[in-house]
């Protein structure tokens, strides 16, 4: 959460794509959520609009820490982040 790391998705430069059955919040297989391609689109285009008009970070002295279960979750403090304006 700290470092946006996205060589993880990459083999000697080219994308390599994960299994659907990874993210249990759409599923795969036949039964795959039908607005899960609506979803993504929706994602992409609000995170490219927050992120041309603000920088994001975590807030100083914050430390992350994730509670396990069926997914990845925060602890009950969440994330905490500071927004700053671009100019």
């Known amino acids: 959460a700290e470092e946006f790391k996205p060589e993880r998705w990459l083999k000697n430069g080219v994308f390599q794509p994960v299994s659907p059955y990874k993210f249990p919040a759409f599923h795969a297989g036949p039964r795959t959520c039908l607005g899960k391609d609506s979803a993504y689109v929706q994602m ?4 490219a609009i927050l992120l041309r008009f603000f920088k994001f970070g975590l807030t100083p002295g914050h430390q992350v ?3 396990m279960a069926l997914t990845l ?5 969440g994330l905490k982040m500071t927004a700053k304006q671009r100019v």
């Open 44 to 47: 992409k285009i609000t995170s």
């Open 65 to 67: 820490k994730y509670r």
């Open 73 to 77: 979750l925060m602890s009950n403090e």
